[in-house]
């Protein structure tokens, strides 16, 4: 995943304003038909589209499998086989790492870090769909990132 996180936070980045802030432009590649719509309330088809855009639709859908299927049900995966770096006051997730927010939501939370501790990510409101965000000041600070992993997908 090294050589395609910084093309997956730039995709990221390219989605906070215009048209791409409010749904998925033609050209994009998405893991949900749904985002054709909009981006809110899609997190984790916001999060698995930066990656499937990078990597140029190699990037295996998430929400196929149950329980994979909400941002909560993919930090236990990747939990669940030590791949979480918990939060720490002190650091910021690495460019292009999945930073997981479980107990926001019911389904939990998922964004894209884009470095300098910031997170792109999906919101809950139609206004604006896409934002960016401090990552310990997003609702409530993240539980913990990872690096991109196909091994659950």
């Given at each position: 995943?090294?050589?395609?996180?910084?093309?997956?936070?730039?995709?990221?980045?390219?989605?906070?304003?215009?048209?791409?802030?409010?749904?998925?432009?033609?050209?994009?590649?998405?893991?949900?038909?749904?985002?054709?719509?909009?981006?809110?309330?899609?997190?984790?088809?916001?999060?698995?589209?930066?990656?499937?855009?990078?990597?140029?639709?190699?990037?295996?859908?998430?929400?196929?499998?149950?329980?994979?299927?909400?941002?909560?049900?993919?930090?236990?995966?990747?939990?669940?086989?030590?791949?979480?770096?918990?939060?720490?006051?002190?650091?910021?997730?690495?460019?292009?790492?999945?930073?997981?927010?479980?107990?926001?939501?019911?389904?939990?939370?998922?964004?894209?870090?884009?470095?300098?501790?910031?997170?792109?990510?999906a919101t809950e409101s139609e206004t604006p769909?896409?934002?960016?965000?401090?990552?310990?000041?997003?609702?409530?600070?993240?539980e913990g990132w990872a690096y991109p992993s196909t091994a659950f997908?």
């Open positions: 995943w090294y050589g395609y996180a910084s093309a997956a936070a730039a995709w990221a980045v390219r989605h906070l304003s215009g048209l791409g802030s409010y749904h998925a432009l033609p050209s994009d590649l998405v893991t949900d038909s749904s985002t054709r719509s909009s981006w809110a309330r899609m997190c984790l088809a916001f999060a698995d589209s930066a990656y499937l855009n990078a990597q140029d639709g190699v990037w295996p859908n998430p929400t196929v499998s149950g329980a994979g299927a909400t941002a909560t049900g993919m930090y236990a995966l990747y939990r669940k086989d030590g791949l979480i770096h918990f939060h720490s006051q002190s650091d910021s997730p690495p460019v292009g790492a999945f930073v997981f927010y479980p107990g926001l939501t019911s389904e939990g939370h998922i964004g894209i870090s884009v470095g300098y501790g910031d997170v792109i990510s769909p896409v934002w960016q965000q401090g990552a310990h000041s997003f609702g409530a600070p993240y997908r």
